[in-house]
C-alpha cells in the first residue's frame, strides 16, 4: 500500500511537472510571437522572413540565460531590458555577489512585473563556474541537429500556370511561369549553445523551375554559414552568409530591425550585434564572405568581406565611338523572383564586392565606435532619369564612415551615430531612452538625414526604409498609472525634403499612436488602440495638368479582448476600424472583425489555432493589416479589402518526440468580385485557399 501511495505522489509530481514544462513552452512561444507581433505592426508586407529573430528567441528559450554569468552582450540580446535594466540587474548580482533566486529580479529598480513576467521563459538562476575549453568531442556528443522541410501552395492556380499554345509562348515567352506554383523550403542546421552554428537552406518560390530547366540543381536560392562564438580573443567569425549590425544602422545594417510600434513605444535604440549566423530565406538582405570580431581588453576590432551576385536591371547600349557594348544597371532587385525569362535574365547580373572594418571602445558607462564600409558594383549602377532620383547613389564605388556611441548615465541612456557617405552627404541620430520612474518611461529620437547621404547596407530608424531624404523627432511614452493599467503612446514627426518615390514635390508628415491595456489577471487583457497617419500623397487627378500633393489620412481604431478560459482554450476577438481620406475627398471605411480559438490539447502535444474574420472595406486605400499566426518560422500580415472573409487554422502536432508537424489552412472569400490579384498572379474565382505543410525534426 504504501508503496502504491509512494508511486502514486511520484506520478503526481511527475505530471505536473510535464504540464508545468508546456506550460512553460506555451508562455515562451505567445512571448515570442508577441515580439514578433509589435516588430510587424510597422511593416505592412504580406509575408516577411524573421527566421533569425525566432531563431534567437526560441534558442534563449530551450537555452536559457544564467544571471549569475550573463554579460551586458548576453542581456542585450534578450531584446526584452533596456540599458537601465541591464546595468540595475549586473549592479544587483556584484552588491549581492550573485543572484540566489530568480524572484529576486522582483527587487530590481526599473523591473516592473509585467516585464519580469515577459523575461523570465528566458532566464534561469544556477551556479555560475567559468566556461571549460570547448572540445570537438563535445560539439558533436552535445550538438542539436534540425532540419526543416516545408512546402506551400494555392488554389485555384493563377493566370501565370494556365495552359498556352507554343505559338503564344513564342510571341511572348514571359506570358507564362516556367515552373510549378509550389514554394518549397528545405533548411538544416547543426547548433552548440551559442557557440558553433553550422546550416545550409535552399527555396524555390512559386514559378520557378525546380530540378529541371533553368534550376537543373535544385532550389532556386541557396544560403550556407559557419558560425563560431568565443573561442579566445575571437568574440565572433562568419563564414559564408551572415548579418552585419553596426552602430544605429546608418552605416551597416542587415536583417530585421525594430521601428515604431503602437505596443512598443520606448525601445527604440538598436542593440547591434555586430555579426550575426544568417539563416533566413531572404535573398538580398544578407553578406556573403568572411567576418570577424577580435577582442583585445576593452577594445573590439571587426574585418569583414563579401563578394555575391545580386538582381539588376541590366541596359546595354553601343558607344558610338568604339562600337563597344556596355553594360549597366539601372536598379537592384529585391523581388527574388526568377520565374520568367526577363526575370531570369536580371538574375546574378551584378557582382557586388563590399568590405570594410569596425573599432569599439568598451567603458564602464558605454562605448564608443567608428565604422567605414565601401562597396563596389560591375556593371555600374546609372539611375533612370527620373528627378526624385536625382539624388541617390550611382557609379561603380561607395563608401561610408561612421562613429556610433552609448553612454548610460544614471536613469539615462544617450545613443546615436554619424555617418558620411564619399560624395559629401550626411546623416545622423541622436536618441535619449529616459527611465523616469518604475511606473514613467520615455524615449526621444532626432533623425536627419540628407538626400545626398546614400548607403545601400543601411537601415536606420525612420518613418521609410533607407536611410537618406528624412528629418524627424519621435517621442515615445509608456505609463503604469495603476497596477494592471499600461498607457503607451508615441508622436512622430517627420519630412522628406527632397522628391521621393510617387511624391512628386517635398513633403511631410505626422504620426501618432495612444494604446490603453488593461490586465486585470493573467488570463484576461483588454487592448483599445487609436492610431493617426497624415502625410502628403500624390493628387489621382489625371485629367490636371500638374502634378501636386494633398493630405493623406489615416485613421485607426481597435478594440481587443484576449482571454484564456482554462488551460486548453484561449479566446481573442479583435474589432478595428479604419478611416481613409485624401484631401477633401469623401472619407472611404473599413472595417474588420475577427475571432481566434487557440487550443492546446493532450498536455500542449496538439496546438489548433482557428481564426474567422469578416472584411468590409471600399476599396484597397482602406484595406487593414492584420497579424496572422502560421507555421513556425514563418510570419504573414496580409492585407484585408475588399467585401467577404477569412478563415484560416494553424495545427501544431508533436508526433514524436523529436518530429513536429505543422499545417495551415487559410481561405479567403470575396463577396463582391471573382478574382483576386492581377497579371499573371489573377485568380479567377471568389476564394483563394492556402495550403502549408511542415515537418521539423530535431535530433
Do not use: C
Not at 505536473?16 to 512571448?31: I, N, P, W
Not at 485613421?555 to 482554450?569: A, T
Request: overall charge negative; cysteine-free.
Amino acid at each position: 500500500m504504501r508503496i502504491r501511495i509512494l508511486l502514486g505522489i511520484l506520478f503526481i509530481l511527475f505530471s505536473h511537472s510535464v504540464f508545468a514544462q508546456k506550460e512553460r513552452e506555451q508562455e515562451a512561444m505567445d512571448l515570442i510571437e508577441q515580439r514578433v507581433e509589435f516588430l510587424l505592426q510597422s511593416m505592412e508586407e504580406s509575408e516577411i522572413d524573421l527566421t533569425s529573430l525566432f531563431d534567437d528567441l526560441y534558442f534563449l528559450y530551450e537555452n536559457p540565460l544564467n544571471l549569475n554569468g550573463a554579460s551586458r552582450e548576453d542581456l542585450e540580446e534578450l531584446m526584452l531590458l533596456n540599458d537601465y535594466q541591464i546595468n540595475q540587474i549586473l549592479l544587483y548580482r556584484n552588491r549581492s555577489k550573485g543572484f540566489g533566486s530568480i524572484y529576486e529580479l522582483s527587487s530590481i529598480d526599473g523591473l516592473s512585473p509585467t516585464e519580469i513576467e515577459m523575461i523570465l521563459p528566458f532566464v534561469t538562476v544556477e551556479p555560475y563556474t567559468e566556461n571549460r575549453k570547448t572540445t570537438i568531442n563535445q560539439i558533436a556528443k552535445y550538438g542539436r541537429h534540425e532540419l526543416i522541410l516545408r512546402h506551400t501552395r494555392i488554389f485555384p492556380e493563377s493566370e501565370g500556370y494556365a495552359p498556352i499554345s507554343d505559338s503564344e509562348l513564342v510571341e511572348n515567352p514571359n506570358a507564362r511561369y516556367l515552373g510549378s506554383p509550389d514554394r518549397i523550403y528545405a533548411r538544416y542546421r547543426f547548433q552548440f549553445g551559442q557557440k558553433v552554428s553550422i546550416g545550409i537552406t535552399g527555396e524555390k518560390d512559386p514559378g520557378e523551375e525546380f530540378f529541371k530547366g533553368t534550376q537543373s540543381q535544385g532550389f532556386d536560392f541557396y544560403s550556407a554559414h559557419l558560425f563560431l562564438r568565443d573561442f579566445g580573443p575571437v568574440k565572433r567569425l562568419a563564414i559564408g552568409d551572415y548579418n552585419l549590425q553596426v552602430g544605429q544602422g546608418l552605416v551597416a545594417w542587415t536583417g530585421y530591425a525594430f521601428r515604431k510600434s503602437p505596443s512598443n513605444t520606448v525601445e527604440i535604440k538598436r542593440y547591434a550585434q555586430g555579426i550575426r549566423a544568417y539563416t533566413s530565406a531572404d535573398e538580398n538582405n544578407y553578406l556573403r564572405g568572411g567576418a570577424a570580431i577580435v577582442n583585445w581588453k576593452k577594445l573590439d576590432f571587426t574585418a569583414f568581406y563579401s563578394s555575391k551576385k545580386v538582381d539588376g536591371n541590366l541596359n546595354r547600349y553601343v558607344d558610338t565611338l568604339t562600337n563597344d557594348e556596355i553594360l549597366s544597371t539601372s536598379s537592384i532587385q529585391q523581388s527574388g523572383f526568377h520565374r520568367t525569362p526577363a526575370e531570369l535574365e536580371d538574375k546574378n547580373s551584378v557582382h557586388e564586392n563590399v568590405f570594410g572594418g569596425a573599432l569599439d571602445f568598451n567603458f564602464s558607462k558605454g562605448k564608443i565606435g567608428v565604422i567605414s564600409l565601401f562597396s563596389k558594383y560591375d556593371p555600374p549602377l546609372i539611375k533612370d532619369a527620373q528627378l526624385y532620383q536625382i539624388h541617390q547613389f550611382q557609379g561603380d564605388e561607395s563608401g561610408n564612415i561612421g562613429v556610433h556611441y552609448q553612454l548610460n548615465i544614471n536613469k539615462f541612456g544617450f545613443f546615436g551615430e554619424s555617418a558620411m557617405s564619399d560624395n559629401g552627404g550626411l546623416a545622423t541620430i541622436n536618441g535619449v531612452n529616459m527611465n523616469l520612474d518604475q511606473r514613467f518611461k520615455m524615449a526621444v529620437v532626432q533623425r536627419y538625414y540628407q538626400p545626398e547621404y546614400h548607403n545601400l547596407y543601411g537601415d536606420a530608424f525612420g518613418e521609410k526604409s533607407g536611410t537618406n531624404n528624412e528629418n524627424g523627432i519621435y517621442i515615445g511614452a509608456e505609463f503604469y498609472p495603476i497596477k494592471k493599467v499600461a498607457v503607451s503612446a508615441y508622436y512622430d514627426q517627420y519630412q522628406f525634403p527632397w522628391l521621393s518615390y510617387q511624391l512628386d514635390a517635398p513633403s511631410n508628415g505626422n504620426d501618432f499612436s495612444g494604446q490603453l491595456t488593461i490586465k486585470p489577471n493573467r488570463d484576461l487583457e483588454f487592448l483599445i488602440l487609436y492610431r493617426r497617419e497624415m502625410r502628403d500623397a500624390n493628387v489621382s487627378d489625371e485629367n490636371s495638368p500638374i502634378r501636386y500633393t494633398q493630405k493623406e489620412t489615416n485613421d485607426r481604431y481597435r478594440f481587443q479582448v484576449s482571454s484564456k478560459v482554462n488551460s486548453w482554450i484561449s479566446l481573442r476577438t479583435r474589432a478595428e476600424l479604419k478611416n481613409y481620406q485624401e484631401g477633401n475627398d469623401p472619407i472611404k471605411i473599413g472595417y474588420v472583425l475577427y475571432q481566434d480559438i487557440y487550443f492546446d490539447l493532450l498536455e500542449n502535444k496538439l496546438t489548433l489555432k482557428l481564426r474567422y474574420a469578416l472584411i468590409q472595406t471600399e476599396d484597397y486605400d482602406s484595406r487593414i493589416y492584420a497579424y496572422e499566426h502560421d507555421l513556425r518560422y514563418q510570419f504573414t500580415v496580409p492585407a484585408y479589402y475588399s467585401t467577404g472573409s477569412r478563415t484560416y487554422l494553424v495545427v501544431r502536432y508533436q508526433l514524436l518526440k523529436n518530429l513536429t508537424v505543422n499545417m495551415k489552412w487559410a481561405q479567403s472569400f470575396n463577396a463582391i468580385e471573382d478574382e483576386f490579384g492581377s497579371g499573371k498572379d489573377l485568380i479567377e474565382s471568389n476564394t483563394k485557399t492556402e495550403l502549408k505543410s511542415q515537418l521539423i525534426f530535431r535530433f
